[in-house]
């Protein structure tokens, strides 16, 4: 069973997701630094965002790339539009740390079946590749991959510190697109304690005020000690959203003085039809395949409000099953 390197402290890679400065290729790039001795196979890294729902493109024109061997690019470029189905599948896989073998195996795939594949490897000299990712409702998110001289594999308590990592990435990569688009608001400025300083719209409410300078402790919590002493523990405390609603970021003001922002960051999901937003939040995360417990730290709510409004979808719908849930979803996306 494979362990996690211990250079990789998961809290440093939080607050990098949440980094506003800087454009897309900048903040990827940051990541892969702090992210790279995780999968780092020793043949170089590659770094790009994917969009499902638009035209498959050669990734070596939009990924961020760190000694790749560049002649093993357009080959892999060729294997990915060969497979466009297997890559959609890898993206949409509901563990957001993977070693390529191993997924294969546990999806019943089997790679040897793809002579595509098999060329690929062989000119590169790999056995394997390992990979970051998020794992987002939607069709978009981002993959850090790197080649393996050996078959890499992750252990499930690897697995799970991870995932809740990269929902922290989705989030940042999430309220970085909705900044561009739209300003992406902001509801509540509060103090590193959890005083709030200011509010407007829904961070008004005393419940939503008491959620926000709850949220604002366990941050800061994690970011202290916590993040050395126990960095699982840390990245367990630190949820994705805050009630589903709000992104927490950092702002600097004269005199160095730090505030916490609380943005506007809510997943924009259109069907499936008669649900609220949250609602089609919890039903499109749960048709990746995520746990109740990993739908409701990816939200920032309790494993039993998403058991609840996952019972009230499935009713709203007429599914009776999550799997049933899955086959709905996958329909009003290809039909869109």
């Known amino acids: 069973m494979a362990k996690r390197p211990r250079e990789v402290n998961p809290i440093d890679v939080v607050e990098a997701a949440y980094d506003l400065d800087g454009d897309d290729a900048a903040w990827l790039r940051q990541l892969v630094t702090i992210v790279r001795p995780l999968v780092d196979g020793g043949r170089g890294i590659m770094a790009y965002f994917y969009d499902h729902s638009a035209p498959l493109v050669d990734l070596h024109k939009t990924a961020q790339i760190f000694d790749l061997d560049p002649k093993s690019i357009p080959d892999g470029d ?53 990979a970051l990712q998020t794992v987002e409702p939607g069709g978009k998110g981002v993959v850090i991959s790197a080649g393996q001289l050996e078959q890499r594999s992750f252990g499930p308590r690897t697995r799970r510190l991870w995932n809740r990592v990269t929902a922290h990435i989705a989030s940042g990569r999430r309220l970085r697109a909705a900044i561009a688009e739209s300003g992406a608001s902001e509801e509540a400025i509060l103090k590193p304690n959890g005083t709030l300083e200011h509010a407007e719209g829904d961070g008004t409410s005393k419940t939503s005020r008491e959620a926000l300078r709850d949220a604002v402790q366990r ?118």
């Open 219 to 336: 941050t800061e919590k994690a970011r202290g000690k916590l993040r050395k002493q126990d960095p699982e523990g840390a990245t367990e405390v630190w949820t994705a959203l805050v009630s589903g609603r709000w992104s927490l970021v950092d702002r600097y003001e004269t005199g160095g003085r730090r505030y916490i922002v609380a943005r506007r960051n809510e997943h924009t999901l259109r069907d499936p039809r008669a649900l609220t937003q949250r609602e089609r939040a919890i039903s499109h995360l749960a048709a990746l395949g995520k746990s109740n417990k990993l739908i409701g730290y990816e939200l920032g709510l309790s494993e039993s409000t998403v058991g609840s409004h996952l019972h009230q979808v499935m009713r709203k719908l007429g599914v009776k099953t999550r799997v049933e849930l899955m086959q709905l979803i996958a329909q009003l996306g290809s039909s869109r």
């Open 78 to 130: 060729k294997w990915v539009r060969s497979k466009p189905e297997f890559t959609r599948f890898v993206h949409t896989h509901n563990d957001g740390l993977l070693g390529m073998s191993e997924l294969c195996k546990r999806a019943g795939i089997d790679v040897n079946d793809w002579p595509e594949m098999k060329r690929f490897y062989k000119h590169a000299g790999l056995k394997d590749y390992a």
